[in-house]
Nanobody, 124 residues
Framework: QVQLVESGGGLVQAGGSLRLSCAASGSTFSDYTMGWFRQAPGKEREFVAVIRWSGGSTNYADSVKGRFTISRDNAKNTVYLQMNSLKAEDTAAYYC?????????????????WGQGTQVTVSS
């Protein structure tokens, strides 16, 4: 079992930056592949970025490549999402998720643990 709590969302102007954090507890954090997903009103939850449990391999959605960076600090049991050059279309609720020994190609339905989400609103 792992519990996830996101923070760092807020209102930002287009072109600005935010850093989201997701703090994990309850299990061995380094054993979990961590993903970030987002969901805008009326849309399905979509993949944003992922970092593997071992080795630190990453993968990104095409829409955020070159703008977002995922990282993890296993000593702090935390995964981060640095978001730069934000656009209005990045507006969504952002969720972190965990999958035990997961692949970076895991789909949204393969993650067993989810946080409550943090809202990101980008004004144009």
């Amino acid at each position: 079992q792992v519990q996830l709590v996101e923070s760092g969302g807020g209102l930002v102007q287009a072109g600005g930056s935010l850093r989201l954090s997701c703090a994990a507890s309850g299990s061995t954090f380094s054993d979990y592949t961590m993903g970030w997903f987002r969901q805008a009103p009326g849309k399905e939850r979509e993949f944003v970025a992922v970092i593997r449990w071992s080795g630190g391999s990453t993968n990104y959605a095409d829409s955020v490549k070159g703008r977002f960076t995922i990282s993890r600090d296993n000593a702090k049991n935390t995964v981060y999402l640095q978001m730069n050059s934000l656009k209005a279309e990045d507006t969504a609720a952002y969720y972190c998720a965990a999958r035990l020994y997961g692949s970076i190609w895991s789909g949204v339905n393969e993650y067993g643990y989810w946080g409550q989400g943090t809202q990101v609103t980008v004004s144009s």
